[in-house]
Nanobody, 126 residues
Framework: QVQLAESGGGLVQAGGSLRLSCVVS????????IAWFRQAPGKEREGVSC????????RYANSVKGRFAISRDMAKNTVYLQMNSLEPEDTAIYYC???????????????????WGQGTQVTVSS
């Protein structure tokens, strides 16, 4: 059974940066497309970024394009989300999730992701 564990959240001032990590265990990263989602209080969970195995299969929400970057280290079985120029609107719990159809990734259909981490809190102060 694959397991995911996020880390790297915290409190940062607006304009600052954080790097989130998602470690995959119980399987290997090449078997999954990985996505980052976030959920702010009182709001629905939304897709932030995802990466599949296909070279072109990287997606970002419009709200984070140009500020966030997703990457992965296959040797470490880890996916990263580098978040720059953070805004108070980025405050949320961030989750990583795995889809066992690894070639492409989607952000618009949450049920596709069957495996989830516990989440890490990101708070951006103004």
């Amino acid at each position: 059974q694959v397991q995911l564990a996020e880390s790297g959240g915290g409190l940062v001032q607006a304009g600052g940066s954080l790097r989130l990590s998602c470690v995959v265990s119980g399987s290997t990263l090449d078997k999954y497309a990985i996505a980052w989602f976030r959920q702010a209080p009182g709001k629905e969970r939304e897709g932030v970024s995802c990466m599949g195995n296909a070279e072109w299969s990287t997606r970002y929400a419009n709200s984070v394009k140009g500020r966030f970057a997703i990457s992965r280290d296959m040797a470490k079985n880890t996916v990263y989300l580098q978040m720059n120029s953070l805004e108070p609107e980025d405050t949320a719990i961030y989750y990583c999730a795995a889809d066992d159809m690894p070639r492409l990734c989607v952000l618009s259909y949450i049920p596709r992701y069957g495996f989830w981490g516990q989440g890490t809190q990101v708070t951006v102060s103004s």
